[in-house]
Protein backbone atom coordinates (compact mmCIF):
# COMPACT_ATOMS: atom_id res chain seq x y z
CA UNK A 1 0.00 0.00 0.00
CA UNK A 2 1.51 3.08 -1.18
CA UNK A 3 0.70 6.20 1.41
CA UNK A 4 1.53 10.11 -0.18
CA UNK A 5 -0.26 12.89 0.53
CA UNK A 6 -3.09 13.66 -2.07
CA UNK A 7 -3.02 16.84 -3.67
CA UNK A 8 -4.19 20.00 -3.19
CA UNK A 9 -7.10 20.98 -4.63
CA UNK A 10 -6.48 23.70 -6.91
CA UNK A 11 -8.18 26.98 -5.63
CA UNK A 12 -8.46 28.38 -9.07
CA UNK A 13 -7.26 31.83 -7.61
CA UNK A 14 -5.19 33.86 -10.19
CA UNK A 15 -4.78 37.06 -7.97
CA UNK A 16 -2.62 36.69 -4.87
CA UNK A 17 -4.15 37.54 -1.59
CA UNK A 18 -1.67 39.44 0.02
CA UNK A 19 -0.06 41.42 -3.35
CA UNK A 20 3.79 42.87 -2.95
CA UNK A 21 3.64 46.08 -1.23
CA UNK A 22 6.66 48.51 -3.28
CA UNK A 23 6.99 50.88 -0.52
CA UNK A 24 7.32 48.40 2.29
CA UNK A 25 9.86 46.31 0.36
CA UNK A 26 12.07 49.05 -0.42
CA UNK A 27 12.15 50.14 3.23
CA UNK A 28 13.38 46.60 4.16
CA UNK A 29 15.95 46.79 0.97
CA UNK A 30 16.68 50.79 2.63
CA UNK A 31 17.12 49.56 6.15
CA UNK A 32 19.24 46.69 5.64
CA UNK A 33 21.50 48.20 3.29
CA UNK A 34 22.21 51.25 5.75
CA UNK A 35 22.20 49.25 8.94
CA UNK A 36 25.06 47.44 7.50
CA UNK A 37 26.83 49.83 5.50
CA UNK A 38 26.21 53.19 7.23
CA UNK A 39 30.05 53.50 8.14
CA UNK A 40 32.02 51.21 5.83
CA UNK A 41 34.28 51.19 3.45
CA UNK A 42 34.92 49.49 0.29
CA UNK A 43 36.98 46.77 -0.02
CA UNK A 44 37.01 44.33 -3.11
CA UNK A 45 38.16 41.47 -1.33
CA UNK A 46 34.79 41.62 1.15
CA UNK A 47 32.30 42.86 -1.60
CA UNK A 48 31.35 39.36 -2.73
CA UNK A 49 30.72 38.05 0.38
CA UNK A 50 28.76 41.74 1.96
CA UNK A 51 26.90 41.36 -1.49
CA UNK A 52 25.76 38.03 -0.69
CA UNK A 53 25.03 38.48 2.92
CA UNK A 54 22.68 41.92 1.91
CA UNK A 55 20.97 39.34 -0.31
CA UNK A 56 20.26 36.54 2.34
CA UNK A 57 19.03 39.40 4.67
CA UNK A 58 16.50 40.80 2.79
CA UNK A 59 15.23 37.97 1.22
CA UNK A 60 14.79 36.53 4.85
CA UNK A 61 12.83 40.00 5.76
CA UNK A 62 10.99 40.03 2.53
CA UNK A 63 9.57 36.14 3.28
CA UNK A 64 8.48 37.01 6.66
CA UNK A 65 6.00 39.61 4.94
CA UNK A 66 4.44 36.40 3.50
CA UNK A 67 3.71 37.10 0.36
CA UNK A 68 1.62 34.48 -1.23
CA UNK A 69 2.21 32.91 -4.55
CA UNK A 70 5.21 34.79 -5.06
CA UNK A 71 8.94 33.91 -6.10
CA UNK A 72 11.59 36.44 -5.31
CA UNK A 73 14.91 37.31 -7.07
CA UNK A 74 16.71 39.38 -4.93
CA UNK A 75 20.11 41.27 -6.55
CA UNK A 76 22.24 43.46 -4.53
CA UNK A 77 25.08 45.55 -6.09
CA UNK A 78 28.06 47.29 -3.98
CA UNK A 79 30.86 49.61 -5.41
CA UNK A 80 33.52 52.36 -4.50
CA UNK A 81 32.74 55.40 -4.80
CA UNK A 82 35.00 58.21 -6.33
CA UNK A 83 32.65 60.58 -7.64
CA UNK A 84 31.91 58.27 -11.00
CA UNK A 85 27.59 58.54 -11.42
CA UNK A 86 26.63 54.84 -11.73
CA UNK A 87 23.20 53.50 -13.29
CA UNK A 88 21.64 50.05 -12.62
CA UNK A 89 19.12 48.78 -15.00
CA UNK A 90 17.24 45.81 -15.68
CA UNK A 91 14.84 44.54 -17.52
CA UNK A 92 12.15 41.85 -17.54
CA UNK A 93 9.73 39.96 -19.45
CA UNK A 94 6.71 39.41 -16.81
CA UNK A 95 2.99 39.86 -15.70
CA UNK A 96 1.97 43.53 -15.51
CA UNK A 97 -0.79 43.00 -13.48
CA UNK A 98 0.66 40.69 -10.76
CA UNK A 99 4.11 41.12 -10.52
CA UNK A 100 6.34 43.83 -9.87
CA UNK A 101 10.09 45.16 -7.94
CA UNK A 102 11.02 47.41 -5.69
CA UNK A 103 14.56 49.16 -5.16
CA UNK A 104 16.56 51.28 -3.03
CA UNK A 105 19.93 52.48 -3.11
CA UNK A 106 22.21 53.63 -0.47
CA UNK A 107 25.68 55.57 0.02
CA UNK A 108 28.25 56.89 2.05
CA UNK A 109 31.30 58.70 1.12
CA UNK A 110 33.37 55.53 0.19
CA UNK A 111 30.86 53.21 -1.35
CA UNK A 112 27.35 52.81 -2.88
CA UNK A 113 25.33 50.14 -2.95
CA UNK A 114 21.51 49.17 -4.69
CA UNK A 115 19.99 45.91 -3.95
CA UNK A 116 16.16 45.00 -5.93
CA UNK A 117 13.65 42.74 -5.00
CA UNK A 118 12.20 40.74 -7.95
CA UNK A 119 7.97 39.68 -6.94
CA UNK A 120 6.93 37.29 -9.94
CA UNK A 121 3.32 35.49 -9.12
CA UNK A 122 3.28 32.15 -10.11
CA UNK A 123 -0.10 29.76 -9.99
Known amino acids: MC???SPQPN???????????????RDVI??????????????VDRAREQTKGLAQDIMRRVK??????????????IGEKRG?????????????QRDNFATASFHNEALYATGTVFGVYYE
Open 3 to 5: RHK
Open 11 to 25: TFRLEPENRFSVPTV
Open 30 to 43: LTVLSCNLGGDVYE
Open 64 to 77: ALEYDRMKLVVVVS
Open 84 to 96: QCVHVTSRCLWDL
